[in-house]
């Protein structure tokens, strides 16, 4: 599906359950499928794969916050 956002065309679509979305960076909407058309050839030839973002990091920061809330007393702040 291509949509426009402002001025800009922007694509989104689903493959083997995973959402793809992300813009053109084109203001004409034929040059725009093309874009959409492009990503979807390269993800179904697998060149382009949608990788699971990495939380480990921020639940490592909450757990870290929620445990200093919880000697102290306080609330939780957020660094």
């Not at 956002?5 to 959402?19: C, D, M, S």
């Amino acid at each position: 599906m291509i949509y426009k956002r402002g001025n800009v065309y922007w694509f989104k679509f689903v493959y083997n359950g995973v959402q793809y979305r992300g813009s053109t960076r084109l203001t004409h909407k034929a040059e725009a499928m093309r874009v959409e058309a492009r990503k979807k050839t390269e993800i179904i030839m697998g060149k382009t794969r949608k990788e699971a973002p990495d939380f480990s990091k921020f639940v490592g920061v909450l757990a870290e916050v929620w445990i200093d809330s919880r000697v102290s007393g306080n609330r939780c702040k957020w660094p």
